[in-house]
Nanobody, 124 residues
């Protein structure tokens, strides 16, 4: 079973920074991870893309994240990060980690895995 464990959320004032982390793991070990990304869901709104990064380092950001957020990954650790700067109250949401495809040793491909979510609250 694939697990995505997120950390780094919390309460921060407007203009502040937070760094989210998400580590992928499986009991048999993971050989490869394709696209890793961050999504968020604010109360009463649909889940939306924040940023994604491919295994080769290709990155896409939502317009709201460009210039303020930086996504990165450590392939050796199967971990993706989201550095969030200049945070605004409208960034308040539960942030979810996602992996579109990964290879679990002894099991094969696993698709569309999600973390449990981490709350980010930005006060004005």
């Amino acid at each position: 079973q694939v697990q995505l464990v997120e950390s780094g959320g919390g309460l921060v004032q407007s203009g502040g920074s937070l760094r989210l982390s998400c580590a992928a793991s499986a009991s048999g070990g993971i050989s490869s991870v394709n696209v890793m990304g961050w999504y968020r869901q604010a109360p009463g709104k649909q889940r939306e893309l924040v940023a994604i990064i491919s295994a080769g380092g290709r990155i896409n950001y939502a317009a709201s994240a460009k210039g303020r957020f930086t996504i990165s990954r450590d392939n050796a650790k199967n971990t993706v990060y989201l550095q969030m700067n200049s945070l605004k109250p409208e960034d308040t949401a539960v942030y979810y980690c996602n992996v579109d495809q990964l290879w679990v040793n002894g099991m094969g491909f696993s698709y569309n895995s999600w973390g449990q979510g981490t709350q980010v609250t930005v006060s004005s």
